[in-house]
């Protein structure tokens, strides 16, 4: 597992890589980055809680049991399954999104963001933790 600080500037530079994408209708870099700024961002806090990453097998039981416990609640464990599954659609589906369908694929993941950085905010991160390397 990448250390606490490299997942939420992973987080960070792709939720700044969907803006960018939006801005310039390139909506599969849309979709991708903006997935795995939450994905990143859930994982930056999984290191807090010095946990190994997940897989996409589990994610659901994180995301219930313990995301959900610190801080996130019930509208972001929805909005992170909405996310997970309009990436799988537009990506490896048939399905191109209409641009109502892109903003609002924007709205959460930009919602998700900032409920994690919040969360975040909240919370005391040692400098071990932050220099901790790959596991």
């Not at 048939?94 to 609002?104: F, I, N, R, Y």
Request: some cysteine.
């Amino acid at each position: 597992m990448a250390g606490f600080q490299a997942h939420l500037d992973l987080s960070r530079t792709l939720h700044n890589d969907m803006n960018q994408a939006k801005a310039h209708g390139e909506w599969p870099i849309v979709v991708d980055a903006g997935y795995y700024a939450v994905f990143h961002g859930m994982e930056a806090l999984n290191a807090l809680e010095c946990r190994d990453s997940y897989t996409f097998a589990d994610a659901a039981d994180i995301l219930e049991n313990v995301l959900g416990r610190r801080g996130l609640g019930e509208s972001f464990i929805d909005d992170y399954r909405y996310l997970f599954y309009f990436r799988r659609g537009a990506i490896y589906g048939s399905h191109v999104p209409t641009g109502a369908q892109l903003d609002e694929f924007v709205k959460r993941a930009d919602r998700s963001v900032v409920a994690i950085d919040a969360v975040i905010s909240r919370q005391p991160v040692s400098a071990e933790l932050l220099n901790r390397k790959s596991a």
